[in-house]
């Protein structure tokens, strides 16, 4: 996807940060940008030692981003490193930091994990396999949320830290809602009553007690595959990370997780259903405005070509608004 947002890396500039990521004699023999994403630049880099590595690089200097995007390459540097601490999840190791010396902004090197995305397979798995992969996304994911903090809020150590999920949570509202205005989105709903609806339900949201790692943004093109197990083989993309509630992930999103994400999820441990109870319902219901929110503002930050998919989603939110409203009197 074209978008202001992305770095343009050379090879030129590619090789050099591969000698001196990897040593003077490494050489880099091939890079190809992945196309697919919506935020940073990300090249597969082919090293003469047969290594494929992932070069990711924040947006250029001076380029607007909304509010809760900022130092997200640190925030996933942070991501990647306590998944591989606390999990057995396969996600990349990060192999090489560069805080804008060889680009003009912060970049990384990652190994890559390999397989097919998800997104690109879903067709060709019949519904076994279907479950397979479910389950054990839902598995992963369980063991990901296992790792906590002490306070809730966005992963990057520039953000702000929450004793309340209703403040983290109302300030992630509040910091969209105002980059929606500074563009003047047109949005089909009242930003006043976004914030009307997020205030009344923190006692919903302060259900939420325990600050757990949300990846918040692991779609199906974020998951890698080997279709032909079927197997997951690992995650990636993980710099929406936040310390919040599990709930945002977008496996509970409607119409609900598949039964085998649900056996996965809960196999690690004794598990209540996590939609089981109104308060739940209500905060999923917060979660779906909050991404269509996103989804509907973030085009006009990135200039694409074309915005269907924001489109679409500044069509659900009055209707996502209400369903917040009436989940109040549950």
Not at 88 to 114: I, N
Not at 257 to 271: I, K, L, Q
Not at 279 to 297: D, E, K, N, P, Q
Not at 308 to 319: C, F, T, Y
Request: with cysteine.
């Amino acid at each position: 996807m074209e978008s202001v947002s992305k770095t343009r890396v050379t090879p030129a500039q590619a090789g050099a940060i591969v000698r001196d990521a990897l040593g003077g004699d490494r050489t880099l023999v091939e890079l190809v940008e992945f196309t697919d994403g919506w935020f940073n630049a990300v090249y597969l880099a082919v090293v003469d030692d047969g290594r494929r590595l992932v070069l990711k690089v924040a947006p250029p200097p001076g380029v607007a981003v909304l509010g809760y995007e900022r130092d997200l390459l640190h925030a996933e540097i942070d991501a990647l490193r306590l998944v591989r601490a606390h999990t057995s999840v396969a996600v990349p190791e990060v192999v090489w930091v560069d805080e804008a010396q060889r680009l003009p902004s912060p970049s990384m090197l990652t190994t890559f994990v390999e397989g097919r995305t998800l997104h690109h397979v879903t067709g060709e798995l019949d519904t076994s396999a279907v479950d397979v992969i479910d389950r054990q996304i839902g598995t992963r994911l369980r063991d990901i949320h296992g790792i906590t903090a002490p306070a809730f809020g966005l992963l990057a150590t520039s953000m702000p830290r929450h004793d309340r999920w209703s403040a983290a949570c109302g300030e992630l509202f509040e910091m969209l809602l105002r980059d929606g205005d500074a563009r003047d989105v047109s949005l089909p709903i009242d930003a006043d009553a976004v914030r009307a609806v997020v205030a009344a339900s923190r006692v919903q949201l302060d259900e939420v007690t325990v600050p757990r790692l949300v990846l918040w943004d692991l779609w199906a093109g974020n998951v890698m595959v080997d279709p032909t197990a079927p197997a997951v083989t690992g995650f990636f993309d993980l710099e929406r990370a936040l310390w919040g509630d599990p709930l945002m992930e977008v496996q509970f999103a409607p119409p609900g997780p598949t039964p085998a994400f649900a056996a996965g999820y809960a196999s690690t441990r004794d598990v209540a259903d996590p939609l089981g109870t109104p308060a739940a319902h209500h905060r999923r219901a917060l979660y779906t405005l909050y991404l269509h929110l996103v989804m509907g503002i973030e085009g006009a930050y990135r200039h694409y070509p074309t915005d269907p998919l924001g489109e679409w989603a500044r069509s659900q939110l009055v209707d996502d608004l209400e369903r917040c409203r009436a989940g109040l009197d549950d």
